[in-house]
């Protein structure tokens, strides 16, 4: 049961009462991932975790109905990704990539904004520029992006740039209410 907590939910300890713990002992796993799925800790924000860098890249692609694969010079998508510590089929070891707070850290921010930039210019926007330049647009991006709410300081971010779809998208996928699932 804390292996699965830790690999899929949370790198976090979690407490998981006597039900949970034990949700693997007769050794079926839908009784494990429904005791973990109905655990009153997956509620708790104390057990968000970072995207990775991949998992950030694909979740991009979708929100924005882009197809990795036809992306102009899709090379630069291997040197974004080793910039930012996840080459895929790639690990640094056996044991896999580093989890959750390793991905936040200054270096891969950088390769992150500079990969976003890549990654909207190919993005079509017509959505959210058919949008009155408002906080229908902040709106939007939240559903679109799966964010429950801006915090007031993302949203304060938002409102400086409400007229250049481009630029809310990149304060979106770089903002930290997407770049940690929570």
């Not at 890249?57 to 930012?84: D, E, K, Q």
């Not at 902040?138 to 740039?161: C, E, H, M, N, P």
Request: proline residues 5%; hydrophobic residues 45%.
């Amino acid at each position: 049961t804390r292996r699965v907590w830790f690999r899929f939910i949370s790198s976090t300890d979690s407490i998981i009462d006597q039900g949970t713990g034990s949700a693997f002992a007769s050794g079926n796993i839908l009784q494990l991932i429904r005791a973990v799925a109905t655990s009153p800790a997956m509620s708790n924000s104390l057990h968000a975790q970072s995207k990775s860098p991949v998992e950030w890249f694909i979740s991009v692609c979708r929100a924005l109905g882009l197809t990795p694969s036809l992306l102009h010079n899709n090379t630069n998508i291997i040197n974004y990704l080793n910039a930012m510590g996840q080459v895929p089929f790639d690990p640094p070891n056996v044991g896999g990539w580093p989890t959750d707070e390793a991905w936040l850290n200054i270096s891969s921010m950088q390769a992150r904004l500079a990969f976003s930039k890549y990654i909207v210019a190919q993005a079509n926007l017509r959505s959210i520029n058919a949008l009155p330049a408002t906080d229908a647009r902040i709106s939007y991006l939240a559903d679109l992006f799966g964010v429950a709410a801006w915090s007031g300081r993302t949203k304060s971010v938002f409102r400086t740039s409400l007229a250049d779809p481009a630029e809310l998208v990149l304060i979106a996928i770089n903002a930290p209410e997407y770049v940690v699932n929570a």
